[in-house]
């Protein structure tokens, strides 16, 4: 089977590619090798299969309609699985016009590309910041995600309603995925896990948001990539019984489907920077600080719809996880 993977040279999208390689899928990535972090990082990542036969890199950037255009055009894909965006809460607020650029118009070229050649599953992006001001835990595909507290989740939430709006109207079957937390090795060094190693292993403070009172449900890189690829392989169908009044907001009578993938068992943020002293041997310096804007107290995503759906049930404990970051870190940046 042919995939294209958008976002290739990024954390999850390099991560994904590997995955279908090790499958024996065909895959076409593409990324613009933007420099909104170090863009070494990213053509290491690319360094890891891109001598393989069964993968083509094209450098593109997917606001660039005419570009995509010819992408579809001279290749024939059987999925997409869109993870090119611009990432980062707090960023969105510093550049807001670089998420219009790749998370709204980037996806719109990526939907009408998919429109026009027929792709049999688009698999994309979303976030588990789409939850917004909601405080029911744990964080349910039912729930509401109508007030987002920042311009990225808002490009995100935006993402899954053109997906229904094409599910529905050229019946082109769609999967959201709203991600949690996602970290490992080759994660990315604005998230706050690699940061905190970085400032431990050079003596300096690292700041704690909410004075430590936070918790995240810390997702292993290999268990999303896994509920990745798993999904891509569950297309929707159309459900004509499907109502509005007595439905889920994430299914549809289209063939639109809308899926948690996080851990499912939140960890609070002292004890996974504990995690990280324990590998390190490094005792953090710690600068404890207020809630940040557009941060939220607690993420905790109810799984079960994507477990229902495909089987998938995350492995990889904090402490395991936590110490292949730190051994690959160390291997990678010192």
Known sequence: MKYLVTGVAGFIGAATCQKLLAQGHDVVGIDNLNDYYDVNLKLA????????????????????????????????????????????????????????DSNLVGYLNILEGCRYHKI????????????????????????????????????????????????????????????????????RPD????????????????????????????????????????????????????RVETGSPTTSSAPYRVYNIGHGSPVNLMKFIEAIESELGIEAKKNFREMQAGDVYKTFADTQDLFTATGYKPMVSVEEGVAKLVTWYKLFYT
């Open 45 to 100: 990542r690319l360094a890891q299969f891109k001598s393989h036969a069964c993968f083509k890199f094209k450098k593109l950037d997917i606001a660039k309609r005419c570009e995509i255009v010819e992408l579809f055009g001279s290749e024939r894909f059987d999925r997409v699985i869109h993870l090119a965006a611009q990432a980062s809460v707090s960023y969105s607020m510093e550049n807001p016009n670089s998420y219009a």
């Open 120 to 187: 049999a599953h688009l698999v994309y992006a979303s976030s588990s910041s789409v939850y917004g001001l909601n405080e029911k835990i744990p964080f349910a595909t039912t729930d509401s995600v109508d007030h987002p507290v920042s311009f990225y989740a808002a490009t995100k939430k935006a993402n899954e309603l053109m997906a229904h709006s094409y599910s529905h109207l050229y019946d082109l079957p769609t999967t959201g995925l709203r991600f949690f937390t996602v970290y490992g090795p080759w994660g």
């Open 191 to 242: 998230m706050a896990p690699l940061i905190f190693i970085k400032n431990m292993l050079a003596g300096h403070n690292i700041d704690i948001n909410n004075n430590g009172d936070m918790w995240r449900d810390f997702t292993y890189i290999d268990d999303v990539v896994e509920g990745v690829v798993r999904a891509a392989d569950i297309i929707p169908q159309r459900n004509n019984s499907w």
